[in-house]
């Protein structure tokens, strides 16, 4: 096998992001389908219930299963940049996410009651969906970091769309009449991470045909030093899905209505789907950067974040005027909800989508360079301020609070991320 050496490196980043925007790109829209075919087929209450179950699902998943998915990423990458191909550090990852996931089982059944009724509609089977949904992500988010550190990036983008168009399928059953009710949608949400292992034995075959590499000397990765930076990320993890989710609770639980909340949900919505095709930028941006970081190649690790920050400047200001122009036609269109969507209010949800994601990317520099814990404080004051934001009542209109919060907390965190990124790393 050949040395996966530094200019092999330099060109997988483009590479990869490349195959994963394309994989990706059709995964946010067939999200965005399961959503707008769920809308029609349900009732208000029963496509609010849907959408709170997706937020606590993702709320869930995202903080306890993604820092191990970048953990995986980071550590495989860099030891593939020192020629390191083989005895690769599972057993560390393999502990921290059953922990999490088991961690997960006790508190969930220990709070089976205020999840069922406050969450989920007092419907048991949502509950135990989530219950199976939780755990079987466990396996998906590992499989991801560990093809994402090889930059497997063809089978990363398809697990993730095979995941997508499996959920849409159940919301598709209950539209033709195969199958009826929330029930039957939100199943879709339990059933797509095991679809989405299918790739899984191809990613085995592709390990097995590998040959030993000359190593270079790494260090260990031990369960301290493994566990500080999962829970750093695991905080960034639950500070950013406060940004996109929190407005969808705190409207549930002040307004007291489940159909506002719905529509909160609808119009952050729109942060989702660039929000899944960012993916594919940052899985391949933190094995591209932590490969660099460990050959020194500090100018190559700029260029890198520079172009990327640059994109989406270019991204986000077409997102927001499209929004602008024809934001409160398109959700109209797509919705079947009766809410009235300002045109302001959704750009500015563009705007701040930008800033979210140059965010996102000045974060995996930060990662990369090993400011794991400055980059979580970040993460944690702009959250912390766009949750006080949102149950002060300065905006009486919960929507138009929820938008213009959003943009200015995602703007925030653009602004201290820049400072951390700015420290350069240290030995």
Not at 53 to 67: A, I
Not at 358 to 385: E, F, K, M, P, S
Not at 401 to 407: N, T
């Amino acid at each position: 096998m050949p040395d996966p050496g530094r200019g092999q490196d330099r060109s997988s980043y483009g590479r990869g992001a490349r195959i994963l925007s394309a994989g990706l790109a059709t995964t946010g829209l067939v999200t965005f389908a399961y959503f707008s075919v769920s809308s029609h087929v349900l009732s208000d209450d029963d496509y609010a219930n849907i959408s709170l179950l997706w937020s606590v699902l993702f709320v869930t998943v995202t903080v306890l299963y993604r820092p191990i998915e970048q953990l995986l990423s980071r550590t495989i990458a860099d030891r593939r940049a020192r020629g390191i191909e083989h005895d690769l550090p599972l057993r560390v990852p393999l502990l921290l996410q059953g922990g999490f996931a088991l961690a997960f089982l006790v508190v969930a059944l220990l709070l089976r009651a205020v999840i069922r009724d406050q969450l989920l509609g007092e419907s048991e089977a949502l509950y135990w969906i989530l219950i199976v949904a939780v755990l079987a992500y466990a396996a998906s988010y590992f499989a991801r970091g560990w093809l994402a550190g090889h930059q497997w990036f063809s089978l990363y983008g398809g697990l993730v769309f095979l995941e997508s168009a499996s959920r849409l399928m159940f919301a598709l059953a209950v539209a033709v009449g195969i199958a009826e009710g929330q029930t039957a949608v939100a199943l879709g949400m339990a059933a797509a991470p095991l679809f989405s292992l299918i790739v899984v034995p191809l990613a085995f075959r592709r390990r097995t045909a590998a040959e030993p590499a000359t190593a270079r000397p790494a260090d260990d990765l031990g369960l301290a030093r493994g566990g500080r930076f999962a829970f750093a990320v695991l905080l960034i993890m639950l500070a950013e899905q406060t940004l996109v989710n929190a407005a969808v609770l705190t409207t549930k639980i002040t307004a007291q209505d489940a159909a506002i909340a719905g529509f909160v949900f609808n119009a952050l919505l729109i942060v989702r789907a660039p929000l899944t095709l960012f993916q594919a930028i940052q899985g391949s941006l933190l094995p591209h950067l932590a490969g660099l970081e460990a050959g020194e190649d500090r100018a190559a690790a700029a260029h890198a974040v520079r172009i990327t920050l640059l994109a989406i400047a270019g991204f986000a200001a077409a997102v927001a005027l499209g929004l602008l122009l024809l934001g409160p036609w398109a959700m109209d269109l797509l919705f079947d909800d009766g809410a009235t969507y300002g045109r302001w209010g959704l750009a500015l949800v563009g705007v701040g989508m930008g800033l979210h994601l140059a965010a996102g990317t000045l974060n995996q520099a930060a990662l990369a360079r090993d400011h794991a814990i400055r980059a979580a404080l970040a993460w944690l004051v702009a959250a912390a301020v766009f949750v006080a934001w949102l149950v002060a009542p300065v905006i009486d209109d919960e929507l138009l609070r929820a938008e213009v919060g959003y943009a200015g907390a995602a703007g925030l965190l653009c602004a201290l991320l820049a400072v951390v990124y700015s420290v350069r790393r240290e030995g």
